[in-house]
Each structure stands twice: as structure tokens, then as C-alpha cells.
């Protein structure tokens, strides 16, 4: 059974660093499409990074570009999403996706969720 579960989530100040962790089950990286989205409150779901399987990294939210970048590893098997610069914009709860394909397009749907963990940036 495939599963997502997100951690690494909490309240942090404006400037900080968090590390989000996506640990997976069920399933090898290297098939799926794995991204981050992020919800906050009041405004609809957001992508914010995607990897495929073979290590391409699509960008979805300019507002995160040289602050955030995903990454993972196969061995465990985790996806991170480090998370650096926080501003109090980026408060959402972060869910992380999955997809047996092998791009990143948002104009297909991700099938598997996790629960999501919450970010909070404020001072």
C-alpha cells in the first residue's frame, strides 16, 4: 500500500530554516513523480516543487524560487523539502504528492496524498 507521510513541520521566525520530510512506502521513487504543495488558510492549494524519478525538479511557485529546493533519498526513502528564508507567507500546511509518471505537469493529477504538516512563521 502506498503511503506518504509528512514531518519536520512547526513555528518558526521570519528568516528561519525548516526541513520538511516526506517518508514513503509502497513504492520506488525512481516510477513516481514526487511534489510538494502547500495550503493555507482562506486560499486554495498550491504547488511548490516537483521531482520525477529521474531527478528532474520543476519550480511551481516563484515566490519560493532560491528559498526552498526538494531533494530526497532513495535509500530510506525520503523527500525533503528544505525550506530556508521563511517569511510569514509561506505559512500553510505542506502536503506531499505522488504520481506514477514521469513529469511533473500540474495539469495531471496527483493520486496519493499525505496528511500534511503544518508550517508557521511568525515572530
Known amino acids: 500500500q502506498l503511503q506518504l507521510v509528512e514531518s519536520g513541520g512547526g513555528v518558526v521566525q521570519p528568516g528561519g530554516s525548516l526541513r520538511l520530510s516526506c517518508a514513503t512506502s509502497?513504492?520506488?521513487?525512481?516510477?513516481?513523480?514526487i511534489a510538494w504543495f502547500r495550503q493555507a488558510p482562506g486560499k486554495e492549494r498550491e504547488g511548490v516543487l516537483c521531482?520525477?524519478?529521474?531527478?528532474?525538479?520543476?519550480n511551481y511557485a516563484d515566490s519560493v524560487k532560491g528559498r526552498f529546493t526538494i531533494s530526497r533519498d532513495n535509500a530510506k526513502p525520503i523527500v525533503y523539502l528544505q525550506m530556508d528564508n521563511l517569511k510569514p507567507e509561506d505559512t500553510a500546511v505542506y502536503y506531499c504528492?505522488?504520481?506514477?509518471?514521469?513529469?511533473?505537469?500540474?495539469?495531471?493529477?496527483?493520486?496519493?496524498w499525505g496528511r500534511g504538516t503544518q508550517v508557521t512563521v511568525s515572530s
Open positions: 504528492a505522488a504520481d506514477w509518471r514521469a513529469h511533473c505537469s500540474l495539469y495531471v493529477a496527483f493520486d496519493y
Open positions: 509502497g513504492f520506488t521513487l525512481d516510477n513516481y513523480a
Open positions: 521531482m520525477t524519478g529521474s531527478g528532474e525538479i520543476t
